[in-house]
């Protein structure tokens, strides 16, 4: 069974850091891309960053310079460095995995960026 977990959500005052994680179990995690959306109410999901099985990244242009993805394939996880958060990044991110047409989902987790 394919899980993705992730974790590092938080309430954050603008302009600070989180870092969010994703542990994937039940595939090959090396031959996945991965990749961190999010969903802020009423609006519809968006792709925030991905980065593929070689380990190329891709970014939004609204995350450019200040969110940093990156894979550990030892570990099977994904990480996702948000640095300088705005109040406009407040959305619950989701982790996924693609390969092919398969496509795979974690639960989410919250991050609010308030004073």
């Known amino acids: 069974q394919v899980q993705l977990v992730e974790s590092g959500g938080d309430l954050v005052q603008p302009g600070g850091s989180l870092r969010l994680s994703c542990a994937a179990s039940g595939i090959i995690f090396s031959l996945y891309s991965m990749g961190w959306y999010r969903q802020a109410p009423g609006k519809q999901r968006e792709l925030v960053a991905s980065?593929?099985?070689?380990?190329?990244?891709v970014y939004a242009d609204s995350v450019k310079g200040r969110f940093t993805i990156s894979r550990d394939n030892a570990k099977n996880t994904v990480a996702l460095q948000m640095n300088s958060l705005k109040a406009e990044d407040t959305a619950v991110y989701y982790c996924?995995?693609?390969?092919?047409?398969?496509?795979?989902w974690g639960k989410g987790t919250q991050v609010t960026v308030s004073s």
């Open positions: 996924s995995a693609w390969r092919y047409s398969q496509t795979f």
């Open positions: 980065i593929t099985s070689g380990g190329n990244p």
